[in-house]
């Protein structure tokens, strides 16, 4: 029947993205790389053996085999750490193995998913940042709550409907977005990496399995990444942005993580003092709500910070 609702997305499955990640992972190292021998030219696998990994990590083949395989139950945080030390995982990726390994345990029954919801506190904080773009992100990367500058600089997100404010769909689907950023394949691939360390602390989560399911539709790019299984925590850096506006803009960006919300972000951008790009967002706060990627979701800095 034409009412009848859409299905559930399926969950992810964690079994088969503990194995992709491990294959994965081994298959980045070669024997140099952790001091043993390459016997014999031609090589069957890209990088480590599973023998060779075995070896490494103190485990045996079989063992490794079945962990592999997606089988993590009653795998021991010492043969996990032996393992991420073998592949030589960064923190990140050693939490996301963890995670995938050995999942906290989860009623049956799915609850409904929570309303991200950021304190007026932290609103307050937003709209006090003159000068400095800001804004939240929450799970899945959505966008929450974001200032004027913020507005200026990426757009104003209250000009779309909330399922759409997501960092996730604007980096691939939006072609403004793509021109905004001049190194999009460095936005695009830390994308999905914070998506993939997502994934592995809520493989259950309707709304990510959504979000992948669609990207996955639309974006060669994103199915691309998203095969790789690299992960990555949100951090800081630079960022060179294309704005039509103004211009080039050098901006560099911190990211705190929030106390009492570990899905919570506050992300904030600067330029150097006295560079042209700190007298371009000059320029852009003076605008107001004139500013903006208005060619990307309307016009730009309708108003204050808050849950849009």
């Known amino acids: 029947m034409d009412n009848q609702p859409e299905p559930a997305p399926e969950p992810l499955d964690r079994r088969a993205e503990l194995s992709e990640f491990l294959r994965t992972r081994r298959a980045k190292l070669r024997p140099g790389d952790v001091g043993l021998p390459?016997?014999?030219?031609?090589?069957?696998?890209?990088?480590?053996?599973?023998?060779?990994?075995?070896?490494?990590?103190?485990?045996?083949?079989?063992?490794?085999?079945?962990?592999?395989?997606?089988?993590?139950?009653?795998?021991?945080?010492?043969?996990?750490?032996?393992?991420?030390?073998?592949?030589?995982?960064?923190?990140?990726?050693?939490?996301?193995?963890?995670?995938?390994?050995?999942?906290?345990?989860?009623?049956?029954?799915?609850?409904?998913?929570?309303?991200?919801?950021?304190?007026?506190?932290?609103?307050?904080?937003?709209?006090?940042?003159?000068?400095?773009?800001?804004?939240?992100?929450?799970?899945?990367?959505?966008?929450?709550?974001?200032?004027?500058?913020?507005?200026?600089?990426?757009?104003?997100?209250?000009?779309l409907p909330p399922a759409e404010r997501n960092w996730a769909r604007l980096v691939f689907l939006s072609p403004a977005y793509r021109d905004l950023f001049v190194n999009w394949d460095s936005k695009a691939s830390d994308m999905v990496s914070y998506l993939r360390l997502y994934a592995g602390c809520h493989p259950d989560d309707p709304e990510l399995s959504a979000l992948v399911g669609e990207l996955s539709v639309k974006s060669d790019e994103f199915r691309r990444l998203w095969a790789t299984h690299n992960v990555k925590e949100k951090g800081h850096g630079v960022k060179l942005l294309r704005h039509p506006l103004v211009g080039e803009l050098t901006l560099s960006y911190e990211t705190l993580n929030l106390p009492d919300d570990e899905e919570q972000h506050l992300v904030t951008y600067h330029a150097e003092p006295g560079s042209e790009s700190a007298q371009s967002l000059r320029l852009l706060a003076s605008w107001g709500a004139d500013a903006g990627l208005t060619d990307v979701i309307g016009d730009a800095g309708r108003g204050p910070a808050g849950e849009r």
Not at 71 to 78: F, H, I, K, L
Not at 124 to 139: E, F, K, R
Request: glycine residues 8%; charged residues 25%.
């Open 38 to 159: 390459e016997f014999g030219r031609h090589r069957r696998v890209p990088g480590l053996r599973r023998e060779e990994l075995a070896q490494l990590a103190g485990v045996s083949v079989a063992y490794y085999t079945r962990l592999e395989q997606g089988n993590g139950r009653n795998v021991s945080a010492e043969v996990l750490d032996a393992i991420a030390r073998a592949l030589r995982l960064t923190d990140a990726e050693s939490a996301h193995l963890t995670h995938l390994a050995k999942p906290a345990r989860h009623k049956k029954k799915r609850r409904p998913a929570r309303v991200q919801r950021v304190r007026k506190g932290l609103l307050y904080l937003l709209d006090s940042m003159d000068g400095i773009p800001a804004y939240v992100t929450g799970a899945r990367s959505d966008v929450l709550a974001w200032n004027a500058m913020a507005a200026a600089v990426f757009g104003d997100w209250g000009a």
